[in-house]
């Protein structure tokens, strides 16, 4: 009865409760401009080889640890001759906030092309390309550039300078937003009841963002967070929303009065919102299992997100439909009679026609999904870098630039730290040289003060191309080894390269443990609710196959290069976080469906029925929602930004199998064969189980309690 009262309460007092969650939005939205925001990437991996060798260097020699921006000269007819135009500009650079250090490329060996076409100028940062402020790095960028002109061109490279690159935004959350209205008024047939979703989810969302900015200035948030919660958040702001919207239109399709509707609305869908958020919550901070600091912060995130958008569905909608409900009651009701179809009848005849021939579409279902997810199983992980960004931006430009003078793998020089070598890393530098795929190697730069040696080494290939995260594995396997037997100095490997296969690493060793915690809470979850074995069991595997075909497809297109998409790693963490985020999704389809199969079987107890009327009353909306959801996250493909496109594509391909592949084909087959067998559960865990309802206990009359029991018995 909570819910019920929770939406009486909101009836009575909707413009008391719309007021709260304006003044929320325009509350949070003013302090969190006034306050500003403190993004910061935090790729730390404690324990690791890459993470020793940063931390050692930082407290050896502070200067070496901070990260550094290319100033790259490029002129047809030889940057000598233009001389007097680059030297002033180093010097102003020289001066400016936050620069250390600028290497004269004129006197510096082995930054001059050996055609003298191009040359690169080291500018030395006080701190690393999340400390450094972007409106530093711009000025750099701003005062190198105006060298340019006469032939000469002047572009920058470096972590720095691709976050001080401003993208374009906004552009795919507004798409998807328009892509779902359009959905929703196709759905209800009316432009009014069609905007209650949209304006739940963007009251949630800008509410959840302006709380986000003020928590990065106390805990770690990374910059990609933002964009990130909100595609979350607008896609399960507005699939919450329609879902208890839908049954609220139900129920005044049955003759219901416009405030029982609402209240039956959040008592049965409401509940379904509540359980579906928390499996997605949990499977979010789930990521806390893992320890990798870079991606807690981004799990509370979008887990606080969708908090506020279960709170705004059962709140606030609510409140818009006691205000607007006349009026939408009145189209609602039109728009049924001219449809003249009966609800869900489609839906009836697809669940009958599947449990007429189970194996079939089962059989088909699932080959569908193991082929698509066969991709994955070769999926190579890493970060994106500047040769992934536009063809217009400096970053990418500095980088053609500097393969051309100085080879593919210049980009992503790996660095050798010597700690105890008595020859200054001669030995190691002698070794390097050696090794097969090294183009060139820098000598040796002992560090004042210490046993510490520096050498800086160029691979063959590219950062990203698979050779040279084996040649990583190659000196640390093979290599080096055996030198510090005959040395008894010791070695590490570092550099962005070997930072994304430590990465990789970490992510393996502990994903069992991640995928544990957040599967069996999740299938704990479940039996609890629905009181049976096989149905937390049939929901964790098909979740897994509908992540897996996902990530296959992401490999396919961004690891494969399908499409034209220029080919290369999909990026480290967004694997883990597409676990995350689509296993929870996922519950929630299952959820919603399962919950009006459950249902009915409780007050019939008659399998075939609960199957047929499962589908037949939540069938309509699963792909609404879905539909919806698949425009949102596949407006992100839109984005220029790599990573966000590789997270659009994948949650998009994820929640559009989920419901179209599982949820109307795989799920009515599987159910209908176990029949009563799929709400078995032994009575010694009946006992033990805490009891979860998701459905009102009056709607189950004695008799109807009595048939289960039968049924169960049978």
Not at 263 to 268: E, F, K, Q, Y
Not at 412 to 421: D, H, T
Request: aromatic residues 6%; negative net charge; hydrophobic residues 50%.
């Amino acid at each position: 009865m909570g819910l019920e009262r929770l939406a009486a309460w909101s009836q009575r007092h909707h413009w008391l409760a719309i007021g709260l969650w304006v003044a929320v939005l325009a509350g949070v939205t003013v302090l969190s401009q006034a306050v500003g925001d403190d993004y910061h990437d935090e790729h730390t991996l404690p324990g690791t080889e890459s993470q020793q060798l940063s931390d050692t260097l930082e407290d050896a020699a502070p200067a070496q640890a901070g990260d550094s921006v290319q100033v790259v000269l490029h002129d047809e007819d030889g940057v000598e001759a233009q001389r007097e135009r680059i030297e002033p500009m180093l010097g102003e650079l020289s001066t400016l906030p936050h620069v250390v250090h600028v290497a004269d490329p004129f006197q510096t060996p082995g930054t001059m092309s050996e055609d003298g076409t191009i040359a690169y100028a080291t500018v030395t940062l006080d701190g690393t390309a999340a400390d450094v402020p972007a409106d530093a790095v711009r000025d750099i960028i701003d005062t190198a550039q105006a060298a340019s002109g006469d032939g000469l061109a002047v572009e920058l490279g470096g972590d720095a300078v691709r976050g001080a690159e401003e993208s374009e935004g906004g552009a795919a959350e507004g798409a998807g937003m328009l892509a779902a209205l359009v959905i929703l008024v196709f759905m209800f047939g009316s432009f009014l009841a069609a905007t209650l979703p949209l304006i739940t989810a963007v009251f949630a969302v800008g509410s959840t963002l302006g709380v986000i900015v003020l928590l990065s200035n106390v805990v770690t948030i990374a910059t990609y967070t933002a964009p990130l919660m909100m595609l979350v958040g607008l896609g399960v702001g507005i699939d919450y929303a329609l879902l208890v919207f839908a049954r609220y239109r139900s129920e005044l399709l049955a003759g219901a009065d416009r405030q029982q509707a609402a209240r039956t609305a959040l008592d049965t869908a409401g509940r379904s919102v509540i359980f579906a958020g928390t499996t997605v919550i949990i499977a979010l901070l789930g990521l806390f299992a893992l320890g990798l600091g870079s991606l807690q912060g981004v799990a509370l995130a979008v887990a606080l997100t969708v908090l506020v958008t279960m709170l705004a569905s059962l709140t606030l909608l609510p409140s818009l439909l006691t205000v607007f409900g006349k009026r939408i009651e009145k189209r609602i009701l039109a728009h049924a009679q001219r449809s003249k179809r009966q609800p869900g009848a489609r839906w009836r005849r697809l669940a009958d026609a599947v449990r007429r021939r189970p194996l079939p579409p089962l059989v088909a279902a699932v080959a569908v999904l193991l082929a698509l997810s066969a991709p994955a199983l070769g999926m190579r992980l890493g970060f994106a870098d500047a040769g992934n960004e536009a063809t217009s931006a400096t970053s990418r430009q500095a980088y053609d630039l500097l393969a051309e003078g100085f080879g593919p793998g210049f980009n992503g020089p790996l660095i050798v730290l010597a700690e105890g070598s008595s020859d200054g890393g001669a030995a190691l530098a002698s070794a390097l040289e050696e090794t097969d795929g090294v183009a060139g190697v820098v000598p040796p730069q002992p560090l004042p003060g210490t046993d510490l040696a520096l050498v800086v080494m160029f691979p063959d290939s590219a950062p990203q191309d698979a050779e040279t995260a084996e040649l990583v594995h190659h000196l640390r396997d093979d290599v080096l080894p055996p030198l510090e037997s005959e040395t008894g100095a010791t070695y590490l490997v570092g550099g962005s390269t070997a930072a994304a296969e430590d990465f990789s690493a970490a992510v393996s060793d502990r994903l069992p443990l991640f995928v544990a915690v957040v599967v069996g809470l999740s299938a704990l979850l479940l039996m609890a609710v629905f009181r049976s074995v096989w149905v937390p069991v049939k929901a964790a595997v098909l979740n897994l196959l509908s992540i897996g075909a996902s990530l296959g497809v992401v490999t396919l297109v961004f690891g494969e290069g399908l499409f034209g998409v220029p080919a290369g790693p999909v990026e480290a963490f967004v694997p883990v976080m597409i676990f995350a985020i689509v296993f929870g999704l996922s519950m929630d389809y299952e959820v919603f469906l399962v919950s009006r199969m459950h249902e009915e079987w409780r007050r019939s107890g008659n399998a075939v029925r609960a199957v047929r009327e499962g589908l037949a009353t939540t069938g309509g909306v699963i792909t609404a929602a879905a539909a919806i959801m698949v425009v949102v996250f596949g407006a992100f493909l839109l984005s220029p930004d790599r990573m966000l496109q590789q997270f659009g594509l994948g949650l998009a391909v994820a929640v559009f199998l989920d419901a179209v592949v599982i949820r109307c084909l795989i799920v009515p087959a599987v159910m209908s064969l176990l029949g009563e067998r799929a709400w078995w559960l032994p009575r010694w865990l009946d006992r033990i189980l805490p009891h979860i309802a998701l459905e009102r206990a009056e709607r189950v009359t004695h008799g109807d309690a009595d048939a289960v029991a039968a049924g169960r018995e049978r």
